[in-house]
């Protein structure tokens, strides 16, 4: 399971880089769950990461994904043309949240899917996922499928949605050929029924900060969860050959 981080700096993307994140996530927290950053500091950021400026270190080469703000599921014109700027920047994913259910939903997510950019769907997870948008988020164009939550402080994803949705959700995405990401104030105690659900990487925010996700990221937290995470790879690695060896016939 890979890890990102959602940074709003180059500070805080100097810290992530220095934890060994997988993926970097352009994002200010304190403006809502997707909170955008100015398309300036995006390209300022996605800049100084590819050429290791600023005491970034460019060998590090992490994904580059950016939200694009939190916009209500009717404004798609402007959905559509926030993605488009925010792509312009140069990230390699640009995520966008697709909240709600039903036709609202699809229909954005079709209209997205015509766009020449590799984004991310984020499904807006806190009612619970709706079959019918998960299909339309699992479709060739898009790069990879999200879930995540508004709510940040209703408890993590895994304590709203439960680990039997989350898995269906997980196979649903896999089946047609999509990478997965889980988030949602995932925290430490959330890991071991992550990996065993096997999204391909996991969102952090609110677990490596410094009190609340709206304030600054804590290097300290961020090196305990990547040796959380990396210390789960070994677990999971392990678990199948003591299964076979001490599994009791039946
Ligand atoms: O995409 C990742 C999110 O920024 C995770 O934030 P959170 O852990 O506060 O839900």
Known sequence: MRMLVSVRDVAEAREALQA?????????????????????????????????????????????????????????????????????????LVKVGVPGRGEAACGLLAALAT?????????????????????AACVPPFAAVMADTQAKHAGS????????????????????????GLAGALRAADLAPLARLGPDFAGFRSAVCEGRREGRLDPRRL?????????????????PARTAAEAPAV
Not at 162 to 177: K, M, V, Y
């Open 157 to 180: 994803l895994l304590d709203l949605l439960g680990a039997e949705a989350l898995a269906a959700f997980i196979e649903r995405a896999h089946g047609a050929g999509r990478m997965v």
């Open 115 to 135: 766009l020449p950019l590799a984004i991310v769907p984020v499904l807006i997870a806190d009612d619970g996922l709706d079959a019918a948008v998960i299909d």
């Open 20 to 92: 060994g994140v997988d993926f970097i996530d352009l994002k200010e927290p304190s403006a809502g769950a997707l909170g955008g950053l100015a398309l300036p500091l995006i390209r300022e950021l996605v800049a100084a990461l590819r050429a290791g400026e600023g005491g970034l270190d460019a060998r590090a080469r992490p994904l580059i994904s950016a939200t694009i703000g939190d916009l209500p599921v009717a404004a798609r014109a402007d959905i559509l043309a926030r993605a488009r700027a925010v792509g312009a920047c140069g990230v390699d």
């Open 223 to 239: 090196r305990a969860l990547r040796a959380a995470i990396d210390g789960l790879a070994t677990q999971v690695a392990a678990e």
